[in-house]
């Protein structure tokens, strides 16, 4: 099962909805720059995937409720009506605002401890689910959320039905998508969807192992008080001044989350030792989701580990040895020549086991 032979067995879920997703660009540190979220990244890997020699299926469309197991509806309803509510606004055709983005955060320094109140101005409420400026939303991103979500909920479906291992090629990502709040180029949490379903399908507890460059704060705080769900994240020190900032740190593990926070300019060595001790978290679970960013890989724009394509192929397999039902979510990678190719390592080298 190599990418060389042209035989990667891993089934792919993938929906062309997922390229409806353009979000124009991100405000960062206050000037709207090109952003490296785009729906290239998507089309590289698929092309890789489907080089490889693995299938590839439709998701299934799901109902609300697998979206509303993990996220508030507020926030799913939020999503769902922001852009037609920002062009009804006449926000586009009157003041030139193409994308939705917010610019007032009800944080706690402000509230200081007043009630939230929903504002009347629709450009004011989006500072009450999105945290950072540079997750936009525009045409086409919700039909692109779901079928994100979609594919993760039926890429875990699939693995009941007698397949080890199931990858989804999620579009946007969603590892630091919140139970109520959205960000960091993410908006629903498509691998707390799938381990949601694996749960329900399989039993627990499931383990959530995410090795994306930066720490999964969303599916770290959704999964946060819950002993059926483990999550394991290693990535980039936000001690070190790395996104999310806040979250992410070493002493927020506890029984049954471990954050493993590693220097920038960490290479294999390390990273593979931390993916070591995460896959360990996990070994006691009855189901795996692996929230795979690309992003730790040496040539990747958007972080500074060090991780060769070698790296994630061991990672894989380290990941595959647990011998558990996996569901493989795509989250971040942003160096187009690359990208595809690690996606294809990792796999195999979980597919080699
Ligand atoms: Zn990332």
């Known amino acids: ?14 929906h062309d909805d997922c390229l409806r997703h353009q979000p124009g660009g991100e405000v960062w540190l206050g000037l709207r720059e090109e952003g490296t979220e785009v729906p290239e990244r998507a089309r590289v890997i698929l092309r890789a995937l489907t080089s490889a020699g693995a299938p590839v299926l439709p998701p299934r469309p799901h109902d609300e409720a697998a979206l509303l197991a993990v996220h508030d509806r507020a926030l799913v309803t939020h999503l769902a009506t922001i852009w037609a509510d920002w062009e009804a606004g006449r926000y586009p055709a009157d003041y030139g605002r193409d994308r939705v983005v917010p610019y007032v955060f009800p944080t706690a320094a402000m509230l200081a401890g007043l009630p939230l109140r929903t504002p009347a101005a629709t450009h ?17 991103s919700w039909e692109a959320i779901r079928a ?30 919140a139970p109520a709040g959205y960000g960091g180029s993410c908006y629903l949490n498509n691998a ?28 770290q705080e959704i999964f946060l008080s819950s002993d059926d769900i483990l999550t394991a994240s290693v ?7 790395w996104f999310p900032h806040f979250l992410g740190f070493a002493d927020e593990s506890n029984d049954s989350n471990l954050n493993l926070p590693l220097a920038p300019g960490t290479g294999d060595e390390e990273w593979l030792a931390a993916v070591r001790r995460a896959a360990a978290f996990a070994g006691s679970a009855r189901a795996l989701v692996v929230a795979l960013g690309v992003d730790a890989a040496a040539g990747d724009p958007e972080s500074p ?24 979510v795509q989250e971040g990678g942003y160096d187009l020549e690359t990208i595809g190719e690690l996606v294809v390592e990792t796999l195999s080298g979980l597919a080699a086991v």
Request: charged letters at 15%.
């Open 1 to 14: 099962m190599t990418s060389e032979a042209g035989n990667l067995a891993i089934p792919v879920v993938w």
């Open 124 to 140: 004011g409420q989006v500072g009450m689910f999105c945290y950072d400026t540079m997750t936009l939303v525009g045409p086409g």
């Open 148 to 177: 994100a979500a979609d594919s993760a909920r039926t890429a875990a479906a699939l693995i009941t039905a007698g397949q080890r291992a199931v990858y989804a090629l999620c579009r946007p990502p969603g590892h630091h998508a």
């Open 192 to 219: 707390a969807v799938a381990a949601d379903e694996l749960h329900r399908r399989v039993g627990g507890p499931v383990a959530v192992v995410d090795i994306d460059a930066h720490h999964g704060n969303g599916t």
């Open 235 to 241: 990535h980039v020190d936000p001690g070190a001044g």
């Open 305 to 328: 580990l060090e991780v060769t394509a070698a790296g994630y192929r061991e990672a894989g397999r380290i990941l595959g040895e647990l011998g558990l039902p996996t569901v493989v």
